[in-house]
């Protein structure tokens, strides 16, 4: 049975063009995809991320269970609300899920994770919890709306509570503060600032719906998807998966390796392949000609294949295609995509290609 978000009404009612996401009846556009896209870069967008799941852990020893659940260490969580990006590891080193922690105490931490892996990544956590004593509780009573965008911050303050207003204002990047079961941290994933904002369900509808009177602009998961990529934000399923280490999904950056003498899920696997010459590189690509990058299209060097385009698309804010991709290490500064049959140039980058409105990378070659 297709699952719905409590702002699912909302959605119809402002024309969503509704699809099947991991289960859940989400909107990928509310008619333009591109309009929207704009808005965040540009202004602010709000985004209904209710479907990813909320989950507190608390317990005497819920710090040392993160540290070995998660590859990114939990002991740089030193002031209260502060969050970390990290991804939670199988004993092979494959991405069970990517995911943000966030720190309210010694006893108490909160985890996000995707809706597709959701189900999944519960049953993990509370089989590697039983050892640790700690209580893994789904926080199925909470909605949450993504607020983004250069304006995104100024248009949602006044909208909280005086006290929760105060404690947003002050928020520095990847810190969150909490007022009663309210949550808004300041996080996102599109390369712009703003809010995630986790509040009870039977509260988010008028929370929408302001936001929408504060001329924040209702988007969907379509500009979620191209507000990403431009931001070189990888996207569990196509990105990395559980086959895949965070060593080939440029994510080296996630994972903690010192102090030498913590041992989280999957490091004895890391470490054998760490220094690997046949490890492969994580790279963007910018396409030179005509068509648009897509999934799982080949990529060619003096002919030969050295990879494929794990997520592609056209790029708003740049007017070009653009692709991230899992490629051999030995690629140049140049490679060929196959598209309907034809060999077609692209230039290697580095990502991010666009954050806060603005290209971060050359487009004159």
Not at 11 to 33: C, E, L, N, T
Not at 166 to 185: K, M, Q, R, S
Not at 237 to 266: K, V
Request: aromatic share 8%; with cysteine.
């Amino acid at each position: 049975m297709t699952m719905k978000t409590v702002l699912n009404d909302q959605h119809r009612s402002w024309g969503g063009r509704m699809v099947d996401f991991a289960g859940w009846d989400m909107p990928v556009h509310y008619g333009s995809q591109i309009e929207e896209h704009h808005a965040v870069r540009q202004n602010a967008g709000m985004f209904d991320v209710s479907h990813m799941r909320v989950v507190d852990l608390a317990g005497e020893r819920t710090r040392p269970f993160l540290q070995y659940l998660l590859a990114n260490d939990v002991a740089r969580l030193k002031t209260t609300g502060k969050a970390l990006y990290s991804c939670m590891l199988n004993e092979q080193g494959g991405v069970i899920d990517d995911l943000i922690v966030y720190y309210f105490q010694d006893d108490a931490f909160r985890i996000v994770v995707n809706a597709g892996c959701a189900d999944k990544d519960l049953a993990w956590i509370k089989q590697q919890a039983a050892a640790f004593a700690v209580t893994v509780t789904p926080r199925r009573d909470l909605a949450m709306i993504a607020v983004q965008g250069p304006q995104a911050r100024d248009k949602t303050l006044p909208l909280l509570s005086s006290a929760l207003a105060e404690a947003a204002a002050a928020l520095p990047i990847f810190h969150a503060t909490t007022v009663g079961d309210w949550c808004v941290a300041r996080t996102g994933y599109t390369g712009e600032d703003g809010f995630e904002i986790m509040l009870p369900e039977v509260e988010a509808p008028v929370l929408w719906q302001a936001l929408a009177d504060a001329g924040v602009t209702p988007c969907g998961l379509g500009a979620r998807d191209t507000l990403r990529l431009e931001a070189g934000m990888n996207l569990y399923g196509s990105d990395m998966d559980e086959q895949c280490s965070p060593l080939e999904a440029g994510l080296n950056w996630t994972l903690a390796w010192e102090p030498d003498t913590r041992d989280f899920m999957g490091r004895k696997a890391l470490e054998a392949k760490r220094n690997a010459v046949d490890n492969k590189r994580f790279v963007g690509l910018l396409l030179e000609g005509r068509g648009v990058l897509r999934n799982h299209q080949k990529l060619f060097a003096d002919g030969v294949e050295i990879g494929e385009i794990t997520s592609g698309g056209f790029a708003p804010t740049l007017q070009r295609s653009i692709a991230l991709a899992r490629v051999k290490a030995s690629i140049g500064e140049n490679c060929t995509v196959e598209i309907r049959g034809k060999q077609v140039l692209a230039k290697v980058v580095q990502p991010p290609f666009a954050r806060k409105g603005q290209a971060c990378i050359n487009l004159e070659g």
